[in-house]
């Protein structure tokens, strides 16, 4: 039908010459969409690889007796990497998670699939020092006076992080003095939250 529809009888070509090439076209397109549920074939190098990597693969090997990817890349006109490529997804097809290995069992591919997760305690652990954590960081900013405080978390603790020169505004005093300011609390900050070490390592 699309070849119905291009068709220019002013060239002086049958119509079947014409068709013959979209419907080619559409089958190959097809072909390409069905062969897996992950995505192929989506520029010219990867379609042409699709249909002629093989063809060219059982050729080379009956002129030379074997096949090597630089002349097959040379041939095919593209690059080493995609001939590869192409030669995995084309070596293998999809397979459902829910595929039962046994029929009539329950056990599935699925559950062949390790779970790369942290376990509960690992997890609870990690949770207990977060908690820990910002106590830590509270406990040490209600130790800085309210400019101080002030100025770390609208530096640092909000999401929308505020600039030296809107809190010199704010304040009425120079950048300069906002970044002094800042880097004095900072520096109390560390004091408090630093761990404490042993003698040698002090040293």
């Known amino acids: 039908m699309m070849a119905v529809k291009k068709f220019d009888p002013e060239r002086g070509i049958r119509l079947i010459s014409y068709a013959v090439w979209w419907i080619r076209a559409y089958i190959q397109n097809f072909v390409v969409r069905s062969w897996s549920l992950v995505k192929i074939g989506t520029t ?43 030669a995995m997804r084309l070596g293998q097809r999809d397979a459902s998670l829910d595929l039962e290995l046994v029929i009539g069992e329950s056990f599935t591919l699925l559950d062949t699939l390790a779970d790369d997760r942290d376990n509960q305690e690992t997890v609870l652990m990690r949770r207990q020092e977060s908690r ?9 900013l ?38 002094q300011i800042e880097k004095a609390a900072l520096e109390k900050l560390r004091k408090v939250l630093s761990p404490p070490c042993g003698e040698m390592e002090c040293n």
């Open 132 to 140: 820990q954590d910002r106590r830590q960081v509270q406990r040490a």
């Open 44 to 86: 010219q190098a990867q379609k042409k690889l699709f249909f002629k990597l093989n063809q060219a693969r059982n050729s080379l090997r009956h002129l030379t007796g074997a096949e090597a990817t630089e002349q097959l890349a040379e041939q095919l006109e593209v690059r080493d990497q995609e001939i590869e490529e192409m």
């Open 142 to 179: 209600a130790m800085l006076n309210p400019r101080e405080r002030q100025i770390v978390e609208d530096r640092f603790y909000t999401e929308n992080q505020r600039t030296l020169q809107g809190l010199a505004n704010d304040y009425g005093i120079s950048r300069e003095r906002v970044r």
